[in-house]
């Protein structure tokens, strides 16, 4: 297990490194320090400013290779940086990028964590409900609604949950956010609402086909014809069997949670990370913008870790490699 | 089994009444400020900086504006826009000694700074100091400093040796670490002086200009000159927890920052230690609400004897809430929760009928107020290049009116800006010296055989250029690619086709836009500019030679250049407004018809909406601070409010109703199939 | 090269690539037999498929008309007349356009009321510079089909190359490129996706390309797992044994046996394409003319006062039908060609 855990964090290791390669690829090569530091300082800037601004954030070194000082380049730099969480400044108006990540992050959870526990649990109910009642009119009228929902564009989840329950309704706010506990809840409210509808159908299709292929494992056989009741069969060996794949999905999903989501959060003004992230689209913030993937690739990766650890936990017959 | 059907059933009851679980309410704000005085807006785009002498937004004086006081200020209701003493005790009077123009302000005696730890640098405990002459040079002075980056030093470089000054700065830093090191006020002292900021006393200061410029006066009214603390500067330098001094303002205006989280809620407070509540004696011009106005302001209640004459400020705090989305800010509007608004396109016909409110926002106890804005919306040609441009000499010359006479603006405002605005026939907009209302620009009214007889004459007949057979090319550079402002593109894009001319729409990222702007790759544009202040230098100087773009990275971005039109420009610049000056203007005005560098488009024109319980209040056209005349009876609104939001409920039973409806004879039939 | 040319032979090759396609199919029972089912269970999705293919289809094929007589040049569309249109355009009027919204099948301009240019026809209305919705949505399909179908068929075969070299070749090979699909799968996708449009620059290609890098490792994972399986089959051991050259091996016995992969994939992309492309219009990320761009326009109509509905019905219409009509076509695909080994997959 030890060994298998040592692997397992080293493999996660490699692959960070991967991504901040990739990273580097992707935003050094493509533009240069000269045009975010001009789109930072506006167009009037002398050219000492500039300078002092690419040394401020860090670029103004040679991007791959320095013959005098081999470890001074930005490649070198930028691995060192994200390795050490010294993210530096933002490119568009030099606040500290941790600073802004850790704000965003409290907002982000607020929205994801309800979000995340309604869907899994409305999910689970609904799912559980259209298995319990496979190739009847619900089962069937249930798969059609969900394609039916999966084939809807999420901006129109959001633009008409905007529009009929904030506008005609009027039974929350129609966007905005405030931390104090008085008042969150009312803005929280629709943006799990619409996050919610627009997600259950690719979810309830998703578990009734877990639920779907335990009850056609033998076990489920023999617990029927020992006379077992549905229901019973249902919530106690269907159910519990089919923890695993549901156990994965949420390990999987838990180190994400913080990136939060970026349309529902910039569509309801939650100042989260997602949010974050479209306003460093729009200030063409690079340097933000490298971060939050970083840190997202980050936490994605430490779930992946987490999941197979929780498998392994969880089901001893899973061969350990 | 049973009990499986019971669990599975009620978790879908409950998701399905989780809404009327809750007694809804869409109140946005805690309870506890439901009574107070607080007046609630939104915004857009969080300020890019704080710090007053770089800030140059809109959305940057609407916080800096309101914390930081300047010397001078505008009179809140006159216009044309009339100076009024600010931190100043007057508005001083040009001198001249020989060449030299010379200003000499003083200050009101006892004025503090906002309670901040950074006076925490001058001893222990202390909290705050007065505010002298020291201050404002200090702020001048920083203007001039490279690291601060001013947008204005162009405007100030004609205070004398105030640009040695900041080059003599750069020089020391340079060769001197420990000098870099060192606290910025004894860099400046080592540094300075300047020889045109002279400080007379510990209140009084005079500023010596190389050359008359009587607009530097308006430049008083505006955050650049705000005085500043070095304290501040130096205290919040961004290390360790303490925010960079772009982040964090300590003023000595009527308000200080309170909550800046500005990716979501700003919020400003009184500031005690403001001379407006510390000294409510002396009456200040700044400090009192006016007692006095234009004709219609009576009428409007803009001058309501509830608040003509009395001290300012009325309100408790200000509340900037962030809204990223047009929409959804309108809504909450119309809502009752933010108190005053521009209105969106998108329901301008609600709002408005025949150019009055409508009268079921009217009957809301709505006002409406409209201004026209001191600016200008242009599309521009670039003329360094060689086919619009003036190497293509008389060709490029008759293309330019030809394209200019297609352009139909009225009908580009009724489509796109609800008909918010006048059509443009120079630069000079409504309000500002110079403007003609009677003036019409031959090459500013749709005329399309004109047009073709001119492109015909330029050599392009249909449109077709000769070289290629085809209609000629051309590209309309912008650096944004908005869905929405692409289709606002097109509409001139397609009234150039009718000339025949095909011209692209060449999309770009801004910075690659900015890029082609610099190095004059490209040929066709779109740009607004907005006043500063309320003078025609403000506008003219736009096409002044060495504002050229290209060349200096000014912001004539046309790149036009005419030696004629310089030598009017600096005539102009030197002169107050008097019959030699409408003449000059009136020469220049003549050049730009011809030449035609620009399409003027139009004047905005702005309309405000503020709910019934906002006290009658007459909106500034540019980008000055207001908040302190502002007034609102937070007792009407919460009764306002309470009416407007009543939730439409049923409609979560229905839906309870309608899943019912659907499970139980599901459960039904399953039971009798299974027993 | 002017656009529509290339549109044009673009549209050629796939015709001629299609045609190919289904010869070959034909030719194998399997498919043959897979293919009438697929029609027995889905006729209308699949008609409803077909006719978006056409549309896409009609609307790549553009020419431009002689050179225009005088008499039109005067009547003020010159340019019009010299752009190419497509075969799709030649269904409407040249002048097919008003000057701003009008209501479906008005009369009048919706806002002031002025009489239209062609009044009563237009089906779906007009948007806010005149152009008519139902040629507009209609030209959305061309867009949709390119984001889903095009990209979908260049990262398929690369995703397939890159998967079956790493499952057969073994070794540093695949630990190279099972390197480079980890790094690329631990990004989250749509992070992944906006960055990528960020650093490419915003563009038709560059959002095929953006999108193409984020769907290719799915599949490349499971056809690498697919081969690693093949590889050790009799069959395929015993073609090596009689000393069968090893890129025969894999174009004879691995690929061909990984086709109901490709074909269950090339749905499941083809319809996140489309959404993702439709998030990234509403970042300001997206492709001209495509219904995301469309929704993204007509959302503030929403609240346009009296509201402005027909611009949104069109678009989420064509986009919410074909991806129906895709994710059933392509649950019956699943069905029948893999009943067992591919699970649901998110």
Not at chain 2, 545 to 565: H, I, Q, V
Request: charged residues 20%.
């Amino acid at each position: 297990m030890l060994a298998y855990l040592v692997r397992r964090l080293a493999w996660g290791a490699v692959t960070v490194l991967g991504v901040l390669l990739f990273l580097f690829l992707l935003f050094f090569l493509i533009t240069t320090p000269d045009d975010i530091a001009r789109k930072a300082l506006g167009e009037k800037a002398p050219a000492s400013v500039l300078e002092q601004w690419k040394k401020n954030h860090g670029y103004d070194k040679p991007r791959f290779w320095n013959p005098q000082h081999p470890a001074d380049t930005m490649l070198v730099e930028h691995f060192r940086r994200m390795l050490t969480f010294d993210f530096g400044r933002s490119d568009a108006d030099d606040v500290p990028i941790a600073e802004r990540l850790r704000r965003g992050a409290g907002p982000s959870l607020s929205l994801q964590v309800p979000l995340f526990v309604l869907s899994l649990g409305v999910a689970i109910a609904l799912s559980l409900l259209v298995a319990f009642f496979r190739d009847t009119y619900i089962d069937r009228s249930g798969v059609v609604l969900c394609v039916l929902a999966m084939s809807i564009s999420s901006v129109l989840y959001i633009v008409g949950g905007q529009y009929l329950i904030g506008k005609v309704l009027r039974w929350f706010p129609i966007s905005g956010f405030d931390p104090s506990p008085e008042v969150i809840w009312r803005f929280l409210a629709l943006p799990v609402l619409v996050g919610l509808v627009a997600n259950v159908g690719s979810d309830v299709r998703f578990y009734r086909t877990v639920f779907l292929e335990e009850t056609g494992r033998d076990y489920v056989r023999t617990a029927r014809a020992k006379g077992c009741g549905e229901g019973r069969i249902m919530l106690h060996h269907v159910l519990r069997n089919a923890l695993i794949p549901i156990l994965t999905q949420v390990v999987i999903s838990i180190p994400t949670l913080f990136l939060g989501s970026v349309l529902l959060e910039s569509f309801f003004g939650i100042p989260g990370l997602g949010s974050i992230t479209v306003d460093a689209i729009n200030s063409n913030d690079f340097s933000t913008l490298r971060t939050v993937v970083y840190i997202g690739s980050l936490l994605f990766i430490l779930g992946q870790i987490l999941t197979d650890l929780a498998y392994t936990w969880a089901d001893p017959r899973v061969r350990l490699e | 089994m049973r009990h499986a059907r019971r669990g599975a059933a009620r978790a879908l009851l409950a998701a399905l009444a989780l809404p009327a679980l809750f007694s809804c309410t869409n109140d946005p704000y805690p309870a506890a400020d439901a009574g107070v005085k607080v007046l609630y807006q939104s915004f857009d785009e969080p300020p890019k900086t704080l710090d007053p002498q770089v800030a140059y937004s809109v959305n940057d004086h609407a916080v800096i504006g309101n914390v930081y006081d300047t010397l001078l200020e505008y009179h809140y209701l006159k216009r044309p826009y009339t100076l009024i003493p600010g931190l100043a005790e007057a508005v001083p009077e040009a001198r001249s000694e020989g060449a030299d123009v010379v200003y000499r302000f003083r200050l009101r005696p006892d004025l503090l700074f906002q309670d901040d730890p950074c006076f925490g640098l001058d001893g222990p405990d202390r909290r705050t100091r007065s505010v002298g002459a020291a201050d404002a040079i200090f702020a001048l002075e920083r203007i001039a400093d490279p690291q601060v980056n001013s947008p204005v030093l162009e405007t100030f470089a004609k205070i004398r040796g105030l640009r040695a000054f900041g080059e003599r700065l750069a020089a020391r830093r340079a060769a001197d670490p420990a000098f870099a090191a060192a606290r910025i006020e004894r860099q400046y002292a080592e540094a300075g002086p300047v020889e045109g900021l002279r400080r007379l006393g510990p209140l009084e200061f005079e500023i010596v200009l190389d050359e008359a410029y009587p607009q530097i006066l308006y430049w008083f009214a505006m955050p650049f000159t705000a005085p500043v603390a070095w304290e501040a500067v130096a205290f919040y330098d961004g290390r360790g927890d303490r925010p960079s001094f772009a982040e964090h303002a300590v003023g000595t205006g009527p308000w200080r920052v309170a909550v800046y989280d500005k990716r979501s809620r700003i919020a400003l407070e009184r500031n005690p230690n403001w001379y407006g509540l510390r000294h409510p004696e002396w009456k200040a011009p700044g400090a009192v609400y006016p007692t006095e106005g234009e004709p219609d302001d009576a009428a409007s209640g803009a001058l309501d004897p509830a608040r003509a004459g009395r001290p300012l400020p009325f309100l408790q705090r200000i509340e900037f809430r962030r809204e990223k989305e047009s929409i959804p800010a309108f809504t909450k509007f119309l809502q009752g929760y933010y108190d005053v608004s521009g209105i969106i396109k998108e329901s301008f016909d609600r709002m408005v009928r025949g150019g009055e409110l409508s009268p079921d926002m009217a009957a809301r106890g709505m006002r409406l107020s409209k201004t026209v804005n001191p600016d200008v919306y242009y599309i521009g040609f670039n003329m360094d290049d060689p086919v619009v441009g003036a190497p293509g000499g008389d060709r490029a010359r008759r293309l330019r009116q030809a394209m200019s006479l297609a352009i139909d603006s009225k009908e580009y405002l009724r489509l796109f800006l609800n008909g918010r605005g006048i059509p443009a026939q120079s630069p000079i907009p409504p309000g500002i010296y110079g403007y003609d209302a009677d003036y019409r620009n031959p090459f500013r009214q749709v005329d399309l055989e004109r047009a073709g007889a001119l492109l015909r004459e330029a050599g392009y007949p249909g449109g077709v250029d000769p070289k290629t057979g085809r209609p000629l090319h051309l590209t309309f550079d912008t650096g944004d690619t908005a869905t929405e402002v692409l289709l606002a593109y097109q509409f001139f894009v397609n009234s150039w086709a009718r000339l025949g001319l095909d011209v692209e729409i060449a999309a770009t990222s801004y910075n690659q836009f900015q890029e082609k702007i610099r190095t004059g790759a490209f040929q066709v544009f779109l740009f607004g500019w907005v006043a500063d202040y309320p003078d025609p230098e403000n506008f003219l100087f736009l096409l002044w030679t060495p504002m050229g773009r290209s060349r200096n990275g000014g912001p004539n971005s046309a790149n036009f250049s005419d030696p004629e039109y310089d030598r009017l420009f600096l005539e102009m610049r030197a002169r107050s407004n008097d019959a030699r000056r409408l003449e000059l203007i009136r020469e220049m005005r003549g050049i730009v018809e011809r030449e035609r560098p620009w399409i003027e488009l139009f004047h905005r024109e702005s309309y405000l909406l503020a709910d019934g319980w906002v006290a009658p209040l007459k909106p500034p056209s540019m980008a000055v601070p207001t908040a302190k005349y502002l007034d609102v009876d937070p007792a009407q609104r919460e009764r306002m409010r309470r009416a407007w939001n009543r939730p439409v409920t049923w409609p979560a039973w229905v839906l309870l109703g309608l899943a019912v409806a659907v499970i139980v004879p599901g459960v039904r039939t399953y039971l009798r199939e299974r027993q | 090269m002017e656009g529509y040319v290339v549109s044009n032979l673009l549209v050629a090759g796939l015709l001629a690539l299609g045609i190919f396609a289904v010869w070959r199919a034909s030719r194998s029972r399997l498919w043959r037999d897979a293919g009438r089912e697929l029609v027995r269970r889905r006729p209308i999705a699949l008609t409803a498929v077909g006719l978006f293919v056409l549309l896409g289809l009609m609307d790549a094929v553009a020419w431009v008309d002689p050179p225009a007589t005088a008499a039109q040049l005067a009547a003020g569309d010159a340019i019009a007349l010299r752009k190419p249109r497509s075969l799709l355009d030649r269904l409407f009027p040249p002048d097919f356009e008003e000057r701003s919204y009008s209501a479906p099948l008005a009369d009048v301009e919706f806002y002031g009321g002025r009489p239209l240019r062609h009044p009563g026809r237009h089906l779906l209305g007009t948007d806010i510079l005149g152009r008519d919705v139902l040629h507009l949505t209609l030209k959305g399909a061309r867009v949709a089909l390119l984001v889903g179908g095009l990209t979908s068929l260049i990262v398929i075969p690369l995703a397939l190359v890159f998967g079956v070299t790493a499952g057969y070749l073994g070794g540093g090979v695949d630990d190279a490129i099972f390197f480079v699909m980890s790094t690329l799968a631990s990004i989250p996708s749509i992070l992944l996706l906006i960055a990528l449009v960020m650093a490419l620059g915003r563009g038709p290609v560059q959002v095929c390309v953006a999108l193409g890098v984020t769907g290719w490792v799915g599949f490349a994972r499971i056809a690498r797992g697919e081969t690693l399986k093949l590889r050790e089959l009799d069959y395929v051991q015993a073609a090596r044994a009689l000393g069968v050259s090893e890129p025969r091996i894999v174009l004879r016995h691995v690929i061909p046996n990984l086709m109901h992969l490709v074909v269950i994939t090339f749905v499941i992309l083809f319809s996140s394409f489309v959404l993702s492309e439709a998030v990234l219009s509403w970042l300001g990320l997206g492709i001209d003319g495509s219904w995301g761009q469309m929704i993204d326009q007509a959302r503030n109509e929403l609240s346009r006062d009296p509201i402005i509905v027909w611009n949104l019905a069109g678009a989420s219409t064509g986009l919410f039908t074909l991806i129906l009509a895709v994710n059933l076509v392509g649950d019956a695909v699943r069905d029948i060609l893999d009943p067992r080994t591919l699970k649901e997959r998110r």
